[in-house]
């Protein structure tokens, strides 16, 4: 204290002053885990034992990134090569759940974490391995969060969980770089959708803007492995109505060819209140829901994803109008005064029954609520990235469904939906996809402009009728069969589910003819 300052380390690195001779610090109680790993998570284990430098998993969502992480934490304590970890983790509903994961559920490995409340400005006691916060976190608290990270006496991991989050050059990619570049012993990164549209994220290797895995565990994978439930979407056609901001009233389908403008005032059209497209989604994936509790899933529950907090509220009154009850709605802003806070609304609703939740961006990445059987896709996001997070809900197996166990996505006709969903079912690598584009030969082409600069477009009305169904075994049966397989169902009293029924007679002509002739 020569110029009479007491500095943590981490100013004191920035000081240039360096540490002397440090003890070890005390090393908290961890455990491997005692229930089998899955074979994914024991081919990536020597990948991050061995390395010495930050390393990339990226596995689906739903596929265990959570239990794999934390039996790394436990065998990298056991052989001495760190004694502390810190978690990055996007909300603060996934720090819990790794608080809650690090207890040893289930066999999986013990990582006793700071709880539930804890912030980066207390201390971590001796008792705790570590802790888990958020992104943001980080960034408010930078410096702190280094002195953890290079406390004397502690070697510290760092796992940045969904790591997408930390772009190199915004400012939680910033703060991580400021914060574990020098201060982390070894860093391990995890995501299910390891990509950014335009910086690259930190601590990642990239090759062609695209980032590099150490260990790549995709979809197609845990479908065979039987990791993640099985998909299948249905697309909802029909027409949309709508004013540009230039005067211009147009009618479109999904099957007219429109420019870039055309496209998005098509999609909001048919996801507004103004008109019937969005009513007949909602009743489809409510009969849907309907047939699972009634059947072999009683408990089984469906999410409606929504644009804005407005648009969820409309959403929610409309299925308060088919089903006779308000669904639980997870915003950041209520308009019913009635309806919970977000959180506890998502907890109630994870552990509870009832059939249905209404979200903007609340149910996220990270938000395991297994039975979650139905996801209605309405909103305007049209990024690989967020439609891969928002079907990724649906993903998680449900141990309690002995019989079929399936996700059912109900989405819009938009092409760049159908792209989307169609680079899911074929599981090629990223960097090899290219746009796949649906459309009819016959279809007219329309080039709407976005008109005058004050104006706004307004959505007039729409129809909607169901286009086509697919599943992830790479069947598809059209709305024709669709329709028969329904017609048959209902006079037959057949217990196959009525899309299942289609998307195998589409492939089997006797079947095929028998419900068409019904």
């Not at 969903?421 to 960097?431: S, W």
């Amino acid at each position: 204290m020569e110029n009479l300052q007491a500095l943590c380390i981490a100013c004191n690195r920035r000081k240039g002053i360096q540490e002397g001779v440090i003890a070890e610090g005390v090393v908290a109680s961890v455990a491997v885990a005692t229930a089998p790993l899955w074979g994914w998570q024991e081919r990536a284990l020597p990948v991050v034992m061995a390395a010495t430098r930050p390393v990339l998993i990226e596995a689906c969502p739903g596929a265990g990134k959570t239990r794999f992480a934390l039996e790394c934490v436990a065998r990298l304590f056991d052989q001495h090569v760190v004694n502390r970890v810190l978690i990055v983790v996007p909300t603060s509903r996934l720090a819990d759940q790794w608080v809650e994961a690090g207890s040893g559920m289930g066999g999986s490995a013990v990582v006793p974490l700071a709880p539930a409340g804890w912030r980066p400005t207390q201390p971590l006691f001796r008792r705790w391995a570590g802790a888990a916060f958020t992104y943001h976190a980080l960034f408010a608290q930078t410096t702190m969060i280094e002195a953890l990270a290079a406390e004397p006496g502690y070697r510290t991991l760092v796992i940045f969980d969904e790591v997408h989050h930390a772009g190199s050059e915004h400012a939680w990619g910033i703060a991580a770089q400021q914060a574990f570049m020098s201060a982390a012993t070894r860093i391990v990164s995890l995501s299910g959708t390891a990509f950014r549209t335009k910086d690259p994220i930190v601590f990642i290797q990239t090759r062609d803007g695209r980032s590099v895995a150490d260990f790549t565990y995709n979809y197609g994978d845990a479908l065979r492995d039987k990791v993640c439930r099985p998909l299948q979407f249905v697309a909802i056609g029909g027409t949309a109505t709508f004013k540009t901001p230039a005067g211009q009233v147009e009618t479109v389908t999904f099957e007219d060819e429109l420019n870039e403008q055309g496209e998005s005032y098509r999609l909001r059209t048919v996801l507004s209140t103004k008109g019937n497209h969005l009513r007949e989604t909602l009743r489809t994936a409510n009969d849907e829901l309907i047939r699972l509790r009634t059947s072999t899933d009683p408990d089984a529950g469906g999410l409606v994803v929504c644009i804005d907090c407005d648009h969820a509220d409309a959403v929610a009154r409309i299925l308060q109008e088919i089903t006779g009850t308000r669904p639980t709605v997870a915003c950041s802003r209520l308009n019913d005064p009635d309806d919970p806070s977000p959180r506890p609304g998502i907890e109630v609703f994870d552990r509870g029954t009832s059939p249905w939740i209404v979200s903007v961006r609340m149910v996220s990445e990270g938000v395991d609520i297994r039975r979650l059987r139905v996801l209605v896709y309405a909103t305007n996001m049209a990024t690989e990235l967020g439609f891969r997070q928002i079907t990724g809900r649906l993903v998680r197996t449900d141990p309690k469904n002995t019989d079929s166990d399936y996700g059912l996505v109900i989405l819009p006709a938009e092409p760049i939906l159908l792209s989307l969903a169609q680079r899911i079912l074929d599981e090629v690598p990223l960097a090899e996809r290219g746009p796949l584009v649906i459309r009819d030969p016959a279809t007219r082409t329309t080039n709407i402009y976005g008109g005058h600069e004050k104006a706004q477009f307004v959505p007039l009305g729409s129809t909607g009728e169901l286009t086509m169904v697919t599943d992830t075994d790479g069947r598809s049966a059209p709305a024709e069969l669709v329709a028969a397989a329904k017609r048959y169902v209902a006079a037959t009293g057949s217990p196959v589910p009525p899309f299942e029924l289609a998307l195998a007679a589409a492939h089997d002509e006797h079947l095929r003819n028998r419900l068409l002739d019904y």
